[in-house]
């Protein structure tokens, strides 16, 4: 095939500029690698691949493993998704929206597509704020928490109550990847385990908490946990 051709393996050359730092292994069927525990990131895409049936290889990896492993992945984070004959991809979002678009759990119209992923990006902007409390010392944690109930985290959850545009879902009736993202995003709030955050602190937001709990009762979801 000539250089140009539009036949030409283009995953190919791609995956050959990823074999300078990455070397494939040889696997039949998809991978998600994420830390040993049900929460997060990883959790979403866990769920995600779940409910979308496919069977994956859920590997789940020690604290006092990560450090050695970091600098192997394409980012320097998890969740990494690999798929046979690809080269590892990474960020929990695009790895929902190619599982969602491949398996009918993320829109096909474009627009609404996008509607979604920004969604998506304001679970991740909540992510980028609160994340940062978890290493901080007892004193430093509670004022910058109590900060974020006082401020950051109503208005985070006034803008997401208003653009969910349907019941119980997201968008209606249906289940999509950003549904997902943002049961894992309130779950993490409401168990009563963050310190310094109430469990009520998103109780007035009737549409968050109404995905929260559809995709909590939802059957594929429960058949994860069961
Ligand atoms: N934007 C990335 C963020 C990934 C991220 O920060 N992952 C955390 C776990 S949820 C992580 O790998 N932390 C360990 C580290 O950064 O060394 C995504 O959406 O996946």
Redesign the pocket.
Known sequence: MPEGDPRIDRGRSQRARFAVWYAPAAMNKPKLTY?DAPV???EECRLALHLAGVDFEDVRIASAA?PAM?EQMP?????VLELPGQPPL????AILVLIGRRHGLHPADDFEAARHEGMMQHV?DLRAVVSPTIRMGDAEKKAAREALVAGFLPAWARYAERNISGQPFFAGAKLHVVDLKLHMAVRWFIGGKVDHIPATIFDGYRKLMGVHDAVRDHAGVKSWYA
């Open positions: 830390f997060s990131r990883g990560w970091k980012y320097g984070a998890l969740p990474a960020h929990s979002n991740e």
